[in-house]
T-cell receptor, first 113, second 111 residues
Framework: GESVGLHLPTLSVQEGDNSIINCAYS??????FIWYKQESGKGPQFIID?????DKRQGQRVTVLLNKTVKHLSLQIAATQPGDSAVYFC????????????FGTGTRLKVLA | DGGITQSPKYLFRKEGQNVTLSCEQN?????MYWYRQDPGQGLRLIYY???????QKGDIAEGYSVSREKKESFPLTVTSAQKNPTAFYLC??????????FGPGTRLTVT
């Protein structure tokens, strides 16, 4: 497979447990945030987004929490499944700007059977 | 079936050759992006285009060139001036709601 994701922090969770993946961003002007899932050798897959006027947003088995005070974002995955194994990373942007996105380096999630 | 396509999936070139990576989208998005991904690093922006016939340099544009003659297409040329071209290249497009979607990527190996 691709070598993307070498030397990333790794989170190992038991199948069925909940996973929490964290991300810090640096630009206090950022007002839109995305979580992506990337499997080996593939392009990133959009999971969920959140805007700065919200603290929490829920999707199917996923929840994103935004703490603007400390510039922190988290992705919670409920009842983690083997198919959730991948690299997860966040992106942020300032929607009134040039629409450039800043990406985190990612966290590798390993689901243990 | 809507989405972003990139071709080819794998590309091999000899040093000193220019190579063009294809990116096509049928999502009717105005904005398109090219990123480079290297192991252990976040995505780095090469070029982006917010509208047809207009594009801007990203953070690592040296050694790359693009064109945006059609809304659907945003090809990237990796020139011989790019010192370390071997990487995974990702094309993306963005909708008016700022959601950015990626293609499947092209793995370029230059020897």
């Amino acid at each position: 497979g691709e070598s993307v994701g070498l030397h990333l922090p790794t989170l190992s969770v038991q199948e069925g447990d909940n996973s929490i993946i964290n991300c810090a961003y640096s630009n206090s002007a950022s007002d839109y945030f995305i979580w992506y899932k990337q499997e080996s050798g593939k392009g990133p897959q959009f999971i969920i987004d959140i805007r700065s006027n919200m603290d929490k947003r829920q999707g199917q088995r996923v929840t994103v929490l935004l703490n603007k005070t400390v510039k922190h974002l988290s992705l919670q995955i409920a009842a983690t499944q083997p198919g959730d194994s991948a690299v997860y990373f966040c992106a942020d942007t300032r929607t009134s700007g040039t629409y450039k996105y800043i990406f985190g380096t990612g966290t590798r999630l390993k689901v243990l059977a | 079936d809507g989405g972003i396509t990139q071709s080819p999936k794998y590309l091999f070139r000899k040093e000193g050759q220019n190579v063009t990576l294809s990116c096509e989208q049928n999502l009717n998005h105005d904005a398109m992006y090219w990123y480079r991904q290297d192991p252990g690093q976040g995505l780095r922006l090469i070029y982006y285009s917010q509208i047809v016939n207009d594009f801007q340099k990203g953070d690592i544009a040296e050694g790359y060139s693009v064109s945006r003659e059609k809304k659907e297409s945003f090809p990237l040329t990796v020139t011989s001036a790019q010192k370390n071209p071997t990487a995974f290249y990702l094309c993306a497009s963005r909708n008016p709601g700022y959601e950015q979607y990626f293609g499947p990527g092209t793995r370029l190996t230059v020897t």
